[in-house]
């Protein structure tokens, strides 16, 4: 259940409650992949660099461990040992962007595993199902994810067959949750925005799936290589017809210049594999714009990543230790970053939040946004 607590024109600070905690937004959710957060965070990592939300693949974990096993091992939350709210993508995204091999049709889609080849039927049921055993807070629908540029009546058959997909994964929820040995009796269901970069086709497929009346609305396909300018179009296009009494998700945005325009259109939860992909590479986010600890002018840096974080990198050590780890291609160097750069997702977070507590968010924006995207 979403609860709107107030607003600064469309920027929205809320709460999100579910069955496993209550999440302040706007928000970040943390991207563990297939269970765990790429660079050797576990989820008792997750809880001292402020994450409230951790969000897992149904495509990767259906391939491996297997959701069945995940399953019997009680389902995602004992399996990984985290107990706030995991929302699980849908597989879809994967599918289209992995398999090598695909066939579409109105069923759902056959197509080769990424890791050994099996072939494997995917559909608005058999995600939901897999969903379900992997016991998660937040199931999303399975859709269609087009290229971009698509073109104009391929994605508008696009949009059609994913509304047609959600009717289905919608009606087969409320089967699962309704079985007495389903983990999550209580799984919300997520439905997803399609329509490439048009927005007329944006608008309508938003309008048909708000009458579907979910427990929460996405915006999908954007971040995918588009100009920002057309993501921002998009989505101010489409928060008029977004159902005002549900939570927003823009799906794999972005940097933190992203973020807070995207709050400042309307929307409540962010995830992206961004902050933890560069943190490996050593390309690290601070209060002054990024910085890339492989340059040689941090090599006798006594200072912290950001002097002015408090996350537990920066509180011990400094940018030429880190930069040693780096060289000395120690694991260390990685694990260190991405705890770094998604410390400072959370609290970049926790500080949108404050502002518009305080009625103080454009002011934030306008000294921010073009800040934290700089690289030094």
């Not at 490996?280 to 002015?308: A, C, M, V």
Request: hydrophobic letters at 35%.
């Amino acid at each position: 259940m979403y609860k709107l607590i107030k607003k600064e024109g469309n920027a929205r600070r809320g709460e999100f409650v579910t069955v496993h905690g209550t999440v302040q937004t706007p928000a970040f959710m943390n991207v563990a992949t297939c269970g765990a957060i790429k660079g050797a965070l576990s989820s008792t990592d997750l809880k001292e660099i402020g994450c409230q939300v951790m969000l897992s693949n149904t495509y990767h974990l259906h391939v491996r461990p297997g959701d069945g096993l995940v399953r019997d091992m009680g389902g995602l939350h004992k399996f990984t040992g985290w107990d706030g709210p995991i929302l699980t993508d849908s597989g879809g995204f994967q599918v289209f962007s992995l398999a090598s091999l695909r066939k579409i049709n109105e069923e759902g889609v056959n197509f080769q595993s990424h890791v050994d080849g099996k072939h494997i039927f995917m559909g608005p049921e058999e995600s939901m199902q897999i969903q379900s055993n992997l016991g998660s807070t937040i199931a999303m629908a399975f859709d269609e994810c087009v290229e971009n540029p698509a073109k104009y009546e391929y994605a508008k058959q696009s949009c059609e067959r994913t509304v047609r997909w959600l009717e289905r994964c919608k009606v087969e929820m409320k089967r699962l949750n309704s079985l007495p040995d389903t983990i999550n009796k209580n799984q919300l269901l997520f439905g997803i925005n399609q329509g490439s970069t048009y927005d007329d086709l944006r608008v309508e497929n938003m309008k048909q799936i708000a009458e579907l009346d979910l427990d929460g609305y996405a915006i999908g396909g954007l971040a995918v290589g588009e100009p920002k300018e057309d993501m921002y179009r998009i989505i101010s296009a489409v928060e008029p017809h977004m159902p005002a009494d549900k939570i927003r998700y823009l799906m794999g945005v972005g940097t933190p210049g992203n973020i807070i325009e995207a709050v400042h259109r309307g929307v409540d939860l962010f995830d992206c594999v961004m902050p933890s992909r560069n943190a490996r590479h050593g390309h690290l986010f601070t209060k002054k714009g990024i910085i890339n600890l492989n340059n040689k002018k941090y090599e006798r840096d006594s200072q912290p990543i950001d002097p002015e974080c408090n996350c537990p990198v920066c509180s011990k050590f400094s940018r030429a230790y880190i930069r040693h780890l780096f060289k000395a291609k120690e694991m260390l160097a990685m694990r260190l970053c991405v705890m770094h750069n998604l410390h400072f997702y959370n609290m970049l977070m926790q500080d949108i939040r404050d502002a518009l507590d305080n009625g103080t968010f454009e002011q934030f924006r306008n000294e921010n946004v073009d800040l934290l995207d700089t690289r030094i």
